[in-house]
């Protein structure tokens, strides 16, 4: 198994100015927002699209890899067939085998760690609360299940030589370029249409990460090189009634509230207990939700 161990301050101000940050999926909504976030902060980044490299492309990607010269990287990896874009039977082929072609091609450069991200959605509708890192996966869809896949294959593929850490997240929000998120578009309906839809009754409990707190739990890890699973949560749910309230006081929007037919497969608890990612950044705190919120007022 692979062990992880913490960097002595000495190590992690010699490793900041060695080594190389690659950050695959600059043109997702994460990858985009870190890459600025590490550059701002005095990392040395490599940021790559997919023109640059097609994780898709078995060949292309075991190129790329033996492109690189001898210095040492670090792997944030967020290539994917988003489930807002399509979850079908060939997206689930299509993560997985993006995953693959990260660990075939990594063996040909000099990888120090890989973070990966994965989705909450891999725990499935029913999931334990509060949810921790240990609680079964029970995958309902293409695109969790492809995702649960890829997770399976970096705990335990023999190629790789490396501690790999795997993020699930339960939700992102900020404002930033292809902002998907559920309070952004809760956001964007309530300006364009003058009402907010909320499907069920909205006492559905989320827990929600701004974009800025995400970025700094990543500068927070990738030092630390834990192999293992980290769910990237505040520990403090909210009722999505109670957020698009926030929404109004804190923007000052005037809206109607529309309740629709529930989604079965919305209508659940999101809970976590977040021990794990505390005992590995203890010293952190997460902004207040309000602070996320206000990013949207200049939008």
Not at 153 to 174: D, K, N, S
Not at 230 to 240: K, P
Not at 241 to 269: A, G, H, N
Request: hydrophobic share 40%; charged share 20%; glycine share 6%.
């Amino acid at each position: 198994m692979i062990a992880s161990r913490r960097l002595t301050q000495a190590e992690l101000v010699a490793e900041r100015k060695t080594e190389r940050l690659i950050v695959v999926g600059r043109n997702s909504y994460i990858g985009g927002c870190f890459t600025q976030y590490a550059q701002a902060r005095g990392a040395s980044v490599m940021s790559l699209s997919s023109q640059d490299c097609n994780f898709l492309d078995r060949s292309e990607v075991e190129r790329f890899f033996r492109s690189l010269d001898s210095q040492s990287s670090t792997i944030v990896f967020l290539a994917t067939v988003n489930k807002n874009v399509t979850s079908t039977y060939q997206s689930f082929l299509d993560n997985a085998q993006m995953v693959k072609h990260l660990i075939d091609g990594q063996r040909h450069a000099r990888i120090n760690s890989i973070l990966s991200f994965s989705a909450a959605d891999v725990y499935g509708t029913t999931p334990p609360v509060p949810l921790t890192e240990d609680a079964p996966v029970s995958p309902e869809s293409w695109y969790s299940l492809g995702k649960a896949a890829g997770d399976w294959m970096l705990q335990h593929a023999e190629e790789l030589r490396c501690p790999v850490t795997i993020l699930r997240i339960p939700g992102i929000f900020g404002q930033a370029p292809r902002d998907r998120s559920l309070i952004g578009c809760f956001i964007s309906e309530a300006r364009t249409a003058g009402r907010v839809t909320i499907h069920g009754t909205g006492t559905s409990l989320r827990d929600y990460v701004s974009l800025n707190d995400l970025c700094r739990v990543i500068e927070g890890l990738l030092p630390l090189r834990y192999h293992g699973v980290v769910n990237v949560a505040t520990g403090r749910s909210v009722r999505i009634i109670d957020i698009v309230r926030l929404i109004s006081e804190v923007l000052k929007l005037d809206y109607t509230t529309v309740f629709d037919e529930p989604d079965p497969k919305r209508t659940f608890d999101l809970v976590f207990d977040v021990g794990r990612l505390k005992s590995l950044l203890p010293d952190f705190q997460f902004s207040e939700l309000t602070e996320g919120i206000r990013t949207y007022q200049w939008t």
